[in-house]
């Protein structure tokens, strides 16, 4: 089983589907849906199940994002003769990984705000914070509140990276061989300084760095593969709370 494709998936959408569908006035016009997240116009239990919906969905999109970089990490970047300006492939790996850690951290992030949502915690977006969340007395004791402390400890291993990238502007070393990597930003920068090593300097840079490459996807794969695991854990315990609240009086 998948995160997409999940039982608390597909019932958040059938529940928001049934109601989404457009309206027939007693003419046989076809009314105007409005769409968007945060519509004031629902009910509360639409409201609920909506905005239940909505971070849900954005948690499995964010898996189909990570797809997505880990099949244009292993594409080959092929530099053109005489242009100037040129994309290396260890350059090409650097930004990609960059992009990696970024969206992996925000699977807690994006979990948190679909918990808080589904518990009906009612933090604002702002301050939903693993804190105010882990700690509420209605999600502490609860197998909800384990998996999220599993998810913390597997996404806190890029949450220094990605403070250096995007608060500090500070590059992410990806977590491969460290020498290659070296090597071939000598052979980068001597190649940008127009110093003549030759075809044979960029041969050996793109050589080390398809090396670089390839260990770096297995090693996103498999996170992708355990963090996935625990999303599906986390939409499994999720479930039952949101069955119990749907059937509640709002």
């Given at each position: ?118 518990f009906r915690l009612g933090n604002p977006y702002k301050k939903c914070s693993y804190s105010t969340v882990c ?12 998996i999220l402390e599993k998810l913390k400890d597997t996404t806190d291993k890029h949450r220094e990276g990605k ?88």
């Amino acid at each position: 089983m998948a995160v997409k494709g999940h039982p608390l998936d597909i019932e958040l959408f059938w529940d928001v589907d049934v109601w989404r569908q457009p309206k027939i006035d007693k003419s046989g016009f076809q009314l105007p849906l409005r769409r968007g997240y945060g519509v004031n116009f629902l009910s509360a239990i639409q409201q609920y199940q909506y905005n239940s919906f909505y971070w849900c969905n954005r948690l499995v999109a964010i898996f189909d994002r990570l797809e997505w970089i880990r099949d244009m990490t292993g594409r080959s970047v092929h530099r053109r003769k005489n242009e100037k300006k040129s994309v290396f492939l260890e350059e090409w790996i650097m930004y990609n990984y960059e992009h990696y850690t970024v969206v992996y951290q925000a699977i807690l992030d994006v979990a948190l705000l679909l918990t808080n949502e589904l518990f009906r915690l009612g933090n604002p977006y702002k301050k939903c914070s693993y804190s105010t969340v882990c700690d509420n007395t209605h999600i502490n004791g609860t197998s909800v509140h384990h998996i999220l402390e599993k998810l913390k400890d597997t996404t806190d291993k890029h949450r220094e990276g990605k403070n250096l990238l995007v608060h500090r502007g500070e590059r992410i070393r990806p977590p491969v061989d460290a020498v290659n990597l070296d090597t071939t930003e000598i052979i980068n920068m001597a190649i940008k300084v127009d110093i003549e090593l030759g075809e044979t300097a960029e041969l050996l840079s793109e050589f080390l760095s398809i090396h670089s490459q390839k260990e770096l996807i297995k090693t996103m794969e498999k996170e992708c593969t355990e963090i996935e695991s625990q999303v599906e854990d986390l939409f499994s315990a999720l479930l039952p709370y949101y069955r119990k609240f749907r059937s509640a009086n709002f």
